[in-house]
């Protein structure tokens, strides 16, 4: 329905070009949600065994929650956590520290290495363009500006791309 929109409302000349950025921002987004996938796969993993080790109650559910939740940018992994340290504090005050801390290095690790490593081989941003689009949209426009950033930054890229693709080949 989008090509068709497309070719309905563009000029004969710019519908190959809008139409080759858009079905590459498409490939890239679907890219960027497998790495979303995978990043929540890895926080889950993390979590349970991080859990587990430390004789944490409900492990296994915690770190499925935590999985699920890791796909809702800053709260998501804030309430995991939460609850988590919940849970070890009605076995004792230590384990409730030792919890948090343990979701405070995953996700300090997940946030400062993992994410921009894993969206530069999704969407071929690079690792600080990424970092900053997630500051900027999640400043700017809260969770829905997070969750949105980088297919944004990844729509910006394509944009840049194709209009300096275009540029050389009319300079040729």
């Not at 921002?25 to 587990?52: N, P, T, Y």
């Not at 004792?92 to 979701?103: E, K, P, R, V």
Request: glycine residues 8%.
């Amino acid at each position: 329905g989008v090509e068709r929109f497309f070719m309905t409302v563009l000029p004969l000349q710019y519908q190959s070009i809008v139409l080759g950025v858009y079905e590459r921002v498409r490939h890239k987004i679907s890219f960027w949600f497998a790495g979303q996938l995978f990043l929540s796969l890895v926080v889950g993993v993390a979590v349970f065994i991080g859990l587990e080790i430390l004789g944490v109650k409900y492990a296994f559910i915690i770190a499925i929650l935590a999985g699920i939740l890791e796909l809702v940018p800053y709260v998501g992994p804030i309430f995991s956590g939460s609850l988590a340290t919940l849970v070890a504090l009605t076995q004792s005050t230590s384990l409730g520290i030792y919890t948090l801390i343990l979701f405070v290095v995953i996700l300090q690790t997940e946030n400062h290495a993992l994410v921009p490593i894993v969206h530069r081989y999704t969407t071929n941003l690079n690792p600080v363009v990424v970092i900053l689009a997630l500051l900027i949209g999640g400043e700017a426009f809260g969770i829905i500006g997070a969750i949105i950033s980088v297919p944004v930054a990844v729509l910006f890229q394509e944009i840049l791309n194709s209009r300096s693709v275009s540029q050389s080949s009319d300079a040729l």
